[in-house]
């Protein structure tokens, strides 16, 4: 069921029971290799279904259960999986299934007994096409996801990671996927393949592009099917006008209302509003955690030095003070740039806060007083902080010096009374003169 055209494959299209594949014609002879593939994966219900693979097998796939490939290949399966088959609320996904040519594929478990590495990623109606980077090399396979909330091309981040992996020497690369109850359009945008080579190995000259006449019969055939698609919706909505779609799938059956199943266009975009806002969230909430790391920490280190100053202190009384003094300046010293550190980042955090508050919907009010209480309870640590440094200074200097100041020397008298007579004198006779000589 695939259909080619100039700029892009559908897989699938958003029908019933379609399966659909691309293969390369020859096989590829590369020892380590990355492909990089760009696809988009959209349709008008809240769940989709089945999903998108990424093949790398000795032989080229047919048409079969796996996401529209034959099961019992050889190589490994990437698999973006949209439909939760077991009910684990953990779809869509990626997993990677590796298989040696017996393996059968477990569906109602969604892979998850089967699959080598895993992560958890939305790639259905995103702003912008998903990008995957998969890298072979030297037995480990590396999984990057770009989740197309952007429009960096960049801007991957880690999904999976197998080692210690064997992949045949040579093998085809292919793309399937398939619709069951639930339907989507499965488009790949783009697959670019390249060789990866060691340092001091030649390499290889790319191959030619398709031909123009190719392109023009794809062209053709795309327009063609294209025109049939249509007649066939137009019969399907004549002969069922009341029938809106039956969601269900080979695995599982469930029954929702049609206002249930299907999203406008401004509902998809507050959910992926939310989304972004909710990875912001959780992302604070790892700072969060991080911050309360360092604070036990610092804690504990104020706790380990006590305790050696009071050894100290024991060992040798008459030098506790000049000892207590020097620590107390050092971990008053060490507080205090811990602190600033904290302080810092916390600032930072309450930017991000309020750039948040200003981007979300009143719907997420709650997901806002949940990360301003994460603050005040960064701000009571500090608090606590503070005052068991107040504690340490307070219990380590002498209870002499807490309640009174050092006394200061006197002075010696240098003046008599005789002499300040005499002085007094001299200054009125001088002060007198002056006055006549004026």
């Not at 109606?125 to 396979?141: D, F």
């Not at 790949?188 to 592009?209: C, N, R, W, Y």
């Not at 137009?234 to 809106?244: A, I, M, R, T």
Request: charged share 25%; net charge negative.
């Amino acid at each position: 069921d695939a259909i080619p055209s100039a700029d892009q494959i559908r897989i699938t299209t958003s029908l019933k029971s379609q399966r659909g594949s691309v293969w390369t014609k020859n096989k590829s002879i590369f020892e380590y290799w990355e492909v990089e593939v760009t696809f988009r994966v959209t349709g008008r219900g809240r769940i989709g279904a089945d999903g998108l693979a990424i093949w790398f097998t000795e032989e080229q796939g047919l048409e079969g259960p796996v996401f529209g490939a034959a099961d019992k290949w050889n190589g490994v399966g990437i698999f973006f999986d949209s439909f939760d088959n077991d009910g684990k609320k953990n779809n869509p996904g990626v997993v990677v299934v590796g298989n040696n040519g017996n393996l059968l594929y477990d569906h109602q478990n969604d892979g998850s007994t089967q699959a080598l590495a895993s992560c958890q990623r939305d790639f259905r109606n995103k702003p912008y096409p998903v990008r995957v980077k998969i890298t072979y090399y030297q037995k480990t396979l590396t999984v990057l996801i770009n989740n197309g909330f952007t429009p960096d091309k960049e801007d991957y981040e880690f999904c999976a990671k197998v080692e210690d992996m064997v992949l045949p020497s040579q093998g085809y690369f292919g793309i399937s996927a398939a619709t069951g109850g639930l339907a989507d359009d499965h488009d790949v945008l783009s697959f670019l393949t390249f060789q990866l080579t060691e340092p001091g190995k030649e390499v290889p000259i790319p191959d030619a592009e398709i031909p123009q006449k190719d392109k023009e019969k794809y062209q053709e055939e795309f327009e063609h099917f294209q025109q049939e698609l249509d007649k066939k919706k137009e019969e399907f909505q004549k002969e069922h006008p009341d029938v809106q779609g039956q969601p269900g799938k080979t695995t599982c059956a469930f029954f929702l209302s049609a206002d249930d199943l299907f999203e406008t266009v401004s509902d998809r975009e507050l959910r992926q509003i939310f989304e972004g806002q909710n990875r912001i969230h959780l992302e604070i909430k790892q700072l969060n955690r991080q911050l309360d790391m360092i604070l036990d920490e610092q804690r504990r280190y104020v706790s380990a030095v006590t305790d050696e100053i009071a050894k100290r202190g024991a060992g040798f009384p008459g030098q506790q003070g000049q000892v207590s003094q020097q620590e107390i300046e050092t971990v008053v010293k060490t507080q205090e740039e811990v602190i600033r550190q904290v302080n810092e980042i916390r600032s930072s955090m309450a930017d991000t806060l309020r750039l948040i508050s200003g981007a979300q919907h009143p719907g997420s009010a709650a997901g806002v007083y949940e990360t301003a209480q994460h603050f005040n309870d960064i701000k009571e640590h500090l608090h606590v902080v503070k005052r068991d440094i107040e504690h340490l200074v307070q219990r380590n200097m002498p209870s002499s010096e807490k309640s009174k100041c050092p006394d200061l020397p006197p002075f010696p008298s240098c003046l008599s009374t005789m002499h300040f007579f005499i002085f007094v004198a001299v200054q009125t006779v001088l002060f007198i003169g002056y006055i006549m000589y004026r």
